[in-house]
């Protein structure tokens, strides 16, 4: 069975929406929430459902037919890699609603109708609840309504704010799995190696990166941290060093080539140029020796 890899093809911060009664509630929470996602707020299950539905959640497609067939039944799929990268340049990916937070006790649609009615959308559920409603959070739970519960006390803001981040990846995770598994082959899949894959993952969290889009040409991520900065983590497989060097004409022991990554360069109607970086990391895998390395975009 294939496992969707730790290391998403995408990932940014999606859209909140926030449904409760309690005006001081939603608002405070609101607040606190907006600080790494957009947040809708609203104050009835009924106006919330209408605004997750008028919302129109993209639905991105990265997969296509090729026009190189082999035969009259055999119909080959590629990957336009170069539309994930083009996410990052599309404002709209902050306003997609993936995440459901809605309190419990509502007047008219109540929290588990709410998740009764989006139980085929793939926005991540949660569902506040007091101390007395929990046997209905864990029926909701138990029944695939709800994804998480949250009990309202002095610390909701915070509970909620580092389970709206997991339930983040696991959103990423369900609507990226086809377009993982077309990535699985081509060379370089470094988000298939799990050695590479916890490299990148530490500089994410050293370099307080929220959103990243897989890129090639060459390979790696271009990344953004919460200050904006942009950044491309460049990552290289042992054979994709080795094409370079053999497009360049070299042995690697040349000055300069020894321990760096290399690139070849082809400007218009030139011969190819020579690029190399300094790897701030080897990473060691069955799959062999890669080399990663940051630059500003």
Not at 264 to 284: F, G, K
Request: net charge negative; hydrophobic share 40%; glycine share 8%.
């Amino acid at each position: 069975m294939f496992t969707t890899p730790a290391l998403l093809p995408y990932q940014y911060p999606v859209a909140a929406l926030l449904v409760d009664d309690d005006p001081g509630l939603l608002s405070g929470l609101s607040a606190g929430l907006s600080r790494e996602r957009r947040v809708f707020a609203e104050a009835s299950g009924e106006r919330a459902l209408d605004r997750y539905r008028r919302a129109a959640t993209p639905r991105h497609s990265f997969l296509r037919r090729s026009r190189d067939q082999t035969g009259l039944t055999e119909h080959r799929v590629v990957v336009d890699v170069t539309g994930i990268a083009s996410l990052m340049d599309q404002e709209e990916r902050h306003a997609e609603i993936g995440l459901l937070v809605v309190d419990y006790k509502m007047p008219g649609l109540n929290g588990v109708e709410l998740c009764e009615w989006l139980r085929h959308e793939p926005c991540r559920r949660i569902l506040l609840t007091g101390v007395a409603d929990e046997r209905v959070a864990v029926q909701a739970f138990n029944s695939g309504l709800i994804h998480q519960y949250v009990r309202k006390d002095h610390d909701t803001l915070d509970r909620l704010g580092a389970l709206m981040r997991r339930e983040q990846l696991q959103y990423f995770r369900a609507v990226s799995q086809t377009l993982s598994e077309g990535l699985r082959d081509r060379l370089g899949a470094f988000e298939h190696v799990p050695a590479v894959c916890d490299a990148l993952l530490t500089l994410v969290a050293q370099y307080d990166i929220v959103e990243y889009y897989l890129a090639t040409e060459p390979n790696g991520l271009l990344t953004c941290d919460r200050a904006g900065r942009r950044r491309r983590v460049l990552v290289q497989s042992e054979p994709e060093r080795r094409s370079a060097l053999e497009i360049l004409g070299a042995s690697g022991h040349e000055a300069g080539f020894e321990g760096a990554m290399v690139y070849a360069d082809a400007p218009a109607d030139s011969p190819p140029q020579a690029r190399t970086l300094r790897p701030l990391m080897a990473v060691a895998s069955p799959q062999g020796m890669y080399l990663i390395a940051m630059e500003d975009c």
